[in-house]
Nanobody, 116 residues
């Protein structure tokens, strides 16, 4: 059974750092291209970062230089390290494969709130 489980969200102050994680089960993780997405209140879900099987990485301009995506194939886990967090980074963060493991399927996400 395919499953995406995100964790690590928290309430932090502007300028602080946080790392969120996503464990993938039900597929051979090491062959997947993985992405992080986020959805802020009242907005559509947006792409944040991608890491391929060969560890090629890309970022949205809004997070470039502040966020780092990585993966641990032995743990079936993809990470998003977020530095210099801003209030506009507040959102529910999701991971998924690219293309998605199952059309329309997303995990529960993890809430990141940046507030003073």
């Amino acid at each position: 059974q395919v499953q995406l489980v995100e964790s690590g969200g928290a309430v932090v102050q502007p300028g602080e750092s946080l790392t969120v994680s996503c464990v993938v089960s039900g597929r051979p993780f090491r062959f997947l291209t993985m992405g992080w997405y986020r959805q802020a209140p009242g907005k559509e879900r947006e792409w944040v970062a991608t890491i391929t099987m060969g560890r090629r990485i890309s970022y949205d301009d809004s997070v470039k230089g502040r966020f780092t995506i990585s993966r641990d194939n032995d743990k079936n886990t993809v990470y998003l390290q977020m530095n210099s967090l801003k209030p506009e980074d507040t959102a529910v963060y999701y991971c998924n494969s690219i293309p998605p493991l199952i059309k329309g399927y997303w995990g529960q996400g993890t809430q990141v709130t940046v507030s003073s």
